[in-house]
């Protein structure tokens, strides 16, 4: 049974003003991004070190205390909401970039280091990290999330970007996994375990990732369809055709609209696609050439070329300003954000059974989507104080979850399990999710390690 009492006067004498149980620390680490409700830790710990870390764990270990990573809170899911209590470990402050190998083109970072500080110390090598979630997370909660985003196209999400880690396990043993290697067939593949876990099997602190060229060119452009089904046959092409796609990102209409309105823009609200290309070897003029043909075959009803990196940054800045301008629809209003993903091939059809499926239940809810891979988002806009709301936006996102699985896909493409889709694992993974249960029991068998995610709590 937990005695975090016991627990907390350990800390105490061993951590200081690094630890504490203040209310206003709490609260900020009882939640993330996400529409579920705050559940706060009874303490916070603000590791410096991997032995901060492996030393919390211990106490907390011996006192039956649940442990819960945090990095930046910018998760979608409520991984870190503490609904058991317990100690939140803050791995914010372990932020350094611990070595840069710059000819085998990978480098080292604790896992509270950002995309926002590495990749500016990254700058006179000519390598960058590309896998950009949108918020500027901890590469050590983009790792446990299995994070991905806009480039994930090209570059891989977390899990080919990962190769590998340092983990403290529930017990405060420390464990490396994977190495600098680029293969390896030596055992199992411990460090593919980690990515995605949640922190349920263990604490990440330090992590191994593969670097890529910064590419020499780079062609964006904006392309208006009039309807969303030719927009997803222009991506379908595109993507067959083999062309050095970094992004292919979809807007519909109502996502336009709220971006419009935040950024003051003058775009057209219809179904868009963003697209950049790279390539670091020849020009990218012959690839604008034929995707314009391309996009003139699949109907497209206007285009807009980025000649300039301010250009470029200004269609970025519209497709990841979309999260912050879509609460704008319907002021007041709290965003339940969920997301899918499906074969490229089922893409149109999802989107507009799900567009179908909104107007039905007359909810508002714009869409966006990482539509290179399959993967796309509602923000469901809802009154949380008005029961009904949150009842049919509860059965538009299991039916949401239930055609996304028909076509093939998955419950979520990018934004993982924690509390708000545990009840979907079984349908999608069958007797698999008892074979995931028994990993966590052989690692975790007083369930400390963030107890409550990605698992119902009948483990």
Same mark, same amino acid.
């Given at each position: 049974?937990?005695?975090?009492?016991?627990?907390?006067?350990?800390?105490?004498?061993?951590?200081?003003?690094?630890?504490?149980?203040? =209310?206003?620390?709490?609260?900020?680490?009882?939640?993330?991004?996400?529409?579920?409700?705050?559940?706060?830790?009874?303490?916070?710990?603000?590791?410096?070190?991997?032995?901060?870390?492996?030393?919390?764990?211990?106490?907390?270990?011996?006192?039956?205390?649940?442990?819960?990573?945090?990095?930046?809170?910018?998760?979608?899911?409520?991984?870190?909401?503490?609904?058991?209590?317990?100690?939140?470990?803050?791995?914010?402050?372990?932020?350094?970039?611990? #070595?840069? /190998? #710059?000819?085998?083109?990978?480098?080292?970072?604790?896992?509270?280091?950002?995309?926002?500080?590495?990749?500016?110390?990254?700058? &006179?090598?000519?390598? /960058?990290?590309?896998?950009?979630?949108?918020?500027?997370?901890? $590469?050590?909660?983009?790792?446990?999330?299995?994070?991905?985003?806009?480039?994930?196209?090209?570059?891989?999400?977390?899990?080919?970007?990962?190769?590998?880690?340092?983990?403290?396990? @529930?017990?405060? #043993?420390?464990?490396?996994?994977?190495? =600098?290697?680029?293969?390896?067939?030596?055992?199992?593949?411990?460090?593919?375990?980690?990515?995605?876990?949640?922190?349920?099997?263990?604490?990440?602190?330090?992590?191994?990732?593969?670097?890529?060229?910064?590419?020499?060119?780079?062609?964006?452009?904006?392309?208006?369809?009039? &309807?969303?089904?030719?927009?997803?046959?222009?991506?379908?092409?595109?993507?067959?055709?083999?062309?050095?796609?970094?992004?292919?990102?979809?807007?519909?209409?109502?996502?336009?609209?709220?971006?419009?309105?935040?950024?003051?823009?003058?775009?057209?609200?219809?179904?868009?696609?963003?697209?950049?290309?790279?390539?670091?070897?020849?020009?990218?003029? &012959?690839?604008?050439?034929?995707?314009?043909?391309?996009?003139?075959?699949?109907?497209?009803?206007? $285009?807009?070329? #980025?000649?300039?990196?301010?250009?470029?940054?200004?269609?970025?800045?519209?497709?990841?300003? @979309?999260?912050?301008?879509?609460?704008?629809?319907?002021?007041?209003?709290?965003?339940?954000?969920?997301?899918?993903?499906?074969? +490229?091939?089922? $893409?149109?059809?999802?989107?507009?059974?799900?567009?179908?499926? +909104?107007?039905?239940?007359?909810?508002?809810?714009?869409?966006?989507?990482?539509?290179?891979?399959?993967?796309?988002?509602?923000?469901?806009?809802?009154?949380?104080?008005?029961?009904?709301?949150?009842?049919?936006?509860?059965?538009?996102?299991?039916?949401?979850?239930?055609?996304?699985?028909?076509?093939?896909?998955?419950?979520?493409?990018?934004?993982?399990?924690? $509390?708000?889709?545990?009840?979907?694992?079984?349908?999608?993974?069958?007797?698999?999710?008892?074979?995931?249960?028994?990993?966590?029991?052989?690692?975790?068998?007083? /369930?400390?390690? /963030?107890?409550?995610?990605?698992?119902?709590?009948?483990?």
């Amino acid at each position: 049974m937990a005695d975090f009492q016991a627990a907390a006067s350990e800390l105490e004498a061993r951590f200081a003003e690094k630890f504490t149980v203040a =209310r206003a620390a709490r609260e900020h680490h009882g939640h993330d991004e996400g529409w579920h409700p705050t559940a706060q830790p009874d303490g916070v710990l603000f590791a410096a070190t991997t032995d901060d870390v492996v030393d919390a764990v211990r106490i907390c270990a011996r006192h039956g205390v649940p442990v819960i990573p945090y990095g930046t809170g910018s998760a979608m899911e409520g991984s870190v909401n503490a609904v058991f209590g317990g100690l939140c470990i803050d791995l914010a402050g372990m932020n350094a970039v611990l #070595a840069v /190998n #710059a000819s085998d083109m990978d480098c080292t970072v604790e896992a509270g280091c950002t995309r926002s500080v590495l990749n500016p110390f990254l700058r &006179d090598t000519g390598l /960058n990290f590309p896998v950009d979630p949108g918020a500027d997370a901890t $590469l050590g909660g983009m790792a446990a999330t299995r994070a991905s985003g806009t480039m994930t196209v090209r570059y891989g999400s977390m899990r080919e970007n990962v190769i590998g880690l340092e983990a403290v396990l @529930a017990d405060g #043993a420390v464990i490396r996994t994977g190495g =600098r290697a680029r293969k390896s067939s030596s055992g199992y593949d411990l460090t593919k375990l980690f990515v995605g876990s949640e922190g349920t099997l263990g604490i990440i602190t330090k992590l191994t990732l593969r670097l890529h060229p910064i590419p020499e060119h780079i062609l964006a452009l904006r392309a208006v369809f009039d &309807d969303m089904s030719s927009a997803m046959e222009f991506v379908v092409l595109l993507m067959q055709l083999g062309y050095p796609v970094a992004r292919a990102e979809f807007m519909d209409e109502l996502a336009l609209e709220a971006v419009c309105r935040y950024e003051k823009l003058d775009y057209q609200r219809m179904p868009t696609i963003f697209l950049e290309f790279h390539s670091s070897v020849s020009s990218l003029d &012959d690839t604008g050439l034929a995707v314009e043909e391309l996009l003139q075959q699949c109907g497209v009803r206007s $285009l807009h070329m #980025a000649s300039t990196a301010s250009q470029r940054a200004e269609i970025w800045k519209a497709r990841h300003n @979309a999260a912050h301008a879509e609460p704008l629809l319907r002021p007041g209003a709290r965003a339940m954000v969920t997301d899918v993903c499906v074969p +490229l091939s089922s $893409l149109a059809e999802c989107i507009a059974a799900t567009q179908a499926d +909104l107007k039905f239940s007359g909810l508002c809810a714009p869409i966006v989507g990482h539509v290179g891979d399959g993967n796309f988002h509602l923000a469901i806009l809802i009154d949380p104080n008005a029961e009904s709301e949150v009842d049919e936006a509860e059965r538009l996102h299991a039916r949401l979850v239930d055609r996304a699985l028909g076509f093939g896909g998955t419950v979520s493409g990018e934004h993982g399990i924690g $509390l708000g889709k545990r009840q979907y694992l079984e349908a999608e993974h069958g007797a698999g999710l008892a074979v995931m249960k028994s990993i966590k029991q052989a690692l975790d068998p007083n /369930n400390l390690m /963030n107890p409550g995610k990605i698992f119902l709590p009948d483990l």
